[in-house]
């Protein structure tokens, strides 16, 4: 699986859109953009995913380049319930190896 | 329904014991994983079973972390002889298809 970069630490004020970058330049073409997050002291909840195209939900936005080595999770309206450690993750999505190899994630504060 | 559960919650043992940690996952969730989490760091993977396939063992980090898993339900990993770098929190995760659902973990701390 592809390995990924990401700031260790973003601050965001809240109500505004947070944007958390990540690089992952050896993508191959059948592995998808995950992103998770973990609040302090739970296990990790799951955001979103996507393969070429933009993707949103009631949670988030994922926006993936055309060459799909890096992608931006986008949380529109940024609540202090949403400060936590975000994670990038790129795997393939079915069949053998399945495994989610986590890094460190960026530690998202939201200052209200 | 109910989510992934653990248990137990925290465990406290002393180095050179052997633990036995407890994962239910999600009903009908065919996927199980296995995590370790230490004090401050990311995610590591240590096993992941898919249906009756054989288990991918490769981030289990010593012969003395294994784990089992009985068709497609309850899951024990099992460290012996623990050593007090096995101080962390395991999280053990179920999914059906993408998404990865997880249980809140066991914090296990070696004296």
């Known amino acids: 699986d592809a390995k990924t970069t990401q700031p260790t630490s973003m601050d965001c004020a809240e109500g505004r859109a947070a944007n958390l970058p990540c690089n992952h330049s050896t993508i191959s073409g059948n592995e998808y953009v995950y992103w998770y997050r973990q609040i302090h002291s739970q296990g990790p909840q799951y955001i979103i995913h996507?393969?070429?195209n933009n993707e949103t939900n009631e949670m988030a936005s994922l926006i993936i380049t055309e060459d799909r080595k890096s992608s931006t999770l986008i949380l529109p309206h940024a609540t202090l319930r949403d400060t936590a450690v975000y994670y990038c993750i790129v795997r393939v999505g079915i069949g053998t190896g399945n495994q989610f190899y986590f890094g460190t994630g960026t530690s998202l504060t939201v200052i209200p | 329904g109910a989510g992934v559960s653990q248990s137990p919650s925290n465990k406290v043992t002393e180095k050179g014991k052997d633990v036995e940690l407890r994962c239910d996952p999600i009903?009908?969730?065919?996927?199980l994983y296995w995590y370790r989490q230490r004090l401050g760091q990311g995610l590591e993977f240590l096993i992941y079973f898919q249906g009756n396939s054989a288990p991918d063992k490769s981030g289990l980090p010593s012969d003395r972390f294994s784990a089992e898993r009985t068709g497609e339900s309850v899951s024990t990993l099992t460290i012996q002889r623990t050593q007090q770098e096995d101080s962390a929190v395991y999280l053990c995760?179920?999914?059906?298809?993408?998404?990865?659902?997880f249980g809140p973990g066991t914090r296990l701390t070696v004296l």
């Open positions: 996507g393969l070429k």
């Open positions: 995760a179920s999914s059906l298809v993408l998404e990865q659902f």
């Open positions: 009903s009908g969730h065919t996927a």
